[in-house]
């Protein structure tokens, strides 16, 4: 029996619009055909829509007053809350957070497209003149537009696909887990995140995970060592498939020869220092992988500096493989 598509909503807010820029690197089949393929009718976007003005205005105000029903809600940047939410009005004068939230109150499922809608991201930091959060956190903490600890009257919370900007294929995921119902509460990380991709790290797969076992570390981006112990990755923190997950078919962050700036979490756009570098206490990163003692990482790291093979600590500061692996001795197998 054919199921009825769900209608989806898309809107933008306070951010870049790069989520829906990676979202257009859908491949095979396209954006479109996908949507199709998984139940869904995108019913506005504002860089899709063929509607004018009027038509849109008049849309939007059947779905916020419940005239005209409304199953996925999709928000892509941050809500601007300062000033009475005046930093973002519609034509008509109201503000942009009010229609939000009267959508956010309607629609069955709501999902925020990056980590400026999930927490407020890139577009809270620094000083937040516009006092921009997330739809239902502000950074690391509930609160945001909707308060924190809202659900759907279908009893899902806002399902927070983080990422700067988000992986099509973490958006795509997740819209068809969701318009076949088969996305759960229990399917979420305590921040929101679907566990699919977040219960992964980008440290998982890197191809510099050779230099990182012999800490034979890169002093520059671009170099192939690990990026870890003086240009600022967070790729052992992060919670992301990016390096089993290739992005645009070809690879990742790292790959490009840069660090993980750990894009998916909430606080990542206020490091306190720069994204390329990391700060250190008595020789070491402050920032450590999460579940490994402190004493243990100073241990093995003495220990594997102290076994790293030439080749590796060579190639670690150049930027291409320079030093191949020698062949076995003959007679050796
Ligand atoms: S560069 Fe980052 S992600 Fe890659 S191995 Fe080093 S710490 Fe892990
Ligand atoms: S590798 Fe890190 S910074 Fe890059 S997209 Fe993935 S989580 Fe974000």
Redesign the pocket.
């Known amino acids: 029996m054919a199921s009825k598509n769900k209608r989806l909503l898309w809107l933008q807010s306070g951010g870049c619009g790069g989520c829906t820029l990676s979202l257009l690197n859908t491949e095979a089949p396209s954006l479109f055909t996908a949507l199709a393929d998984i139940g869904i009718e995108l019913i506005w976007h504002p860089s899709f829509a063929e509607q004018s003005l009027d038509e849109a205005m008049h849309l939007l105000q059947r779905l916020a007053d419940g005239s005209e029903p409304l199953d996925m809600l999709c928000l892509e940047g941050s809500v601007m809350t300062g000033a009475a939410g005046r930093f973002h009005l519609l034509p008509d004068g109201q503000s942009m957070s009010t229609l939000i939230e009267q959508l956010a109150r309607r629609a069955s499922q709501v999902i925020a497209v990056g980590t400026c809608a999930a927490y407020g991201g890139i577009s809270a930091a620094g000083d937040n003149l516009t006092g921009a959060v997330g739809l239902d956190y502000a950074g690391n903490h509930p609160g945001g537009l909707l308060g924190g600890h809202f659900h759907t009257a279908s009893g899902l919370p806002v399902v927070n696909i983080s ?2 900007p988000t ?1 099509p294929g973490w958006v795509l995921e997740t819209l068809a887990l969701l318009a076949s119902d088969s996305l759960s509460a229990a399917d979420l990380d305590p921040l929101g995140r679907p566990r699919f991709y977040a219960d992964k790290l ?1 440290h998982h797969g890197c191809d510099k995970n050779e230099f990182y076992e012999f800490k034979a570390s890169a002093t520059a981006p671009g170099q192939m060592g690990c990026l870890m112990e003086h240009v600022g990755c ?2 052992t923190q ?1 919670h ?1 498939d ?2 089993s997950r290739s ?1 645009n078919g070809e690879g ?3 790959t490009g020869g ?1 660090p ?5 979490a909430p606080d990542f756009a206020d490091p306190g220092h720069g994204f390329f570098s990391t700060p250190q206490v008595a020789g070491f990163p402050v920032g450590l992988p999460t579940d490994m003692p402190k004493a243990w990482f100073v241990a093995l790291s003495t220990l594997s500096k102290s076994a790293t093979p030439t080749r590796v600590r060579q190639n670690a500061v150049l930027d291409r493989l320079t030093v191949p692996p020698s062949l076995p001795k003959k007679g050796k197998a």
């Open positions: 990422g700067c992986h980008v967070k790729g992060a992301a990016c390096n992005w990742s962050c790292l840069y993980c700036i750990n894009c998916t």
